[in-house]
């Protein structure tokens, strides 16, 4: 690798760059940024950023664990139907990685049927520090202690 892709300023500008360049038919910008992931250690922290620096829908987050992403996508789409109900909640483990991936969100647009999923997620947890916009609709009643006020914010 050039040494020049070490320099963190340079890295970040190729991943802008790929960021806004338009998507193709056969090749996304989520799918760009996710193989720039697993391509190296120095590429996986600025392309996960800039993967999930906005998001529309909780699914995306949910489908990284491998118990609920046969449940979400089906043949690359996503199911019209409710896929949640019955299902069990993240486990410890699946909501450690949930809290991963979620604390790199900045732009949040959340229209759920399912919050009963995130319920082991500790009500003080921080889910999503580095949050800027945020409009959330959530259609199933929370328990008190994980209530989440219906609303948007912008900071």
């Known amino acids: 690798m050039h040494q020049a892709l070490l ?10 760059y790929v960021n806004i360049i338009p998507s193709t038919e056969t090749t996304s910008t989520q799918k760009l940024l ?8 120095i590429f996986y922290e ?4 800039l993967l ?6 909780i699914e ?18 996503m199911w019209d139907e409710p896929w949640a109900k019955g299902v069990e909640p993240l486990s410890a483990n699946e909501a450690r990685e949930f809290l991963r991936h979620s604390s790199r969100i900045r ?3 959340i229209q759920s049927d399912h919050p009963h ?3 082991v997620i500790p009500a003080e947890a921080c889910v999503f520090p580095r949050l800027i916009k945020s409009s959330h609709h959530i259609f199933e009643p929370l328990s008190a202690s994980h ?3 219906m609303s948007s914010i912008e900071r």
């Open 107 to 109: 732009t949040l647009d």
């Open 117 to 119: 999923l995130l319920s």
């Open 60 to 77: 995306p987050l949910l489908g990284c664990e491998a118990r609920l992403h046969p449940l979400i996508y089906h043949s690359g789409a």
């Open 147 to 149: 209530a989440a006020p």
């Open 46 to 49: 600025p392309a996960m950023d």
């Open 52 to 57: 999930w620096t906005e998001i529309h829908e």
């Open 7 to 16: 320099v963190p300023e340079i890295l970040l500008e190729i991943f802008a």
């Open 34 to 41: 996710a193989a720039f992931a697993r391509t190296c250690k």
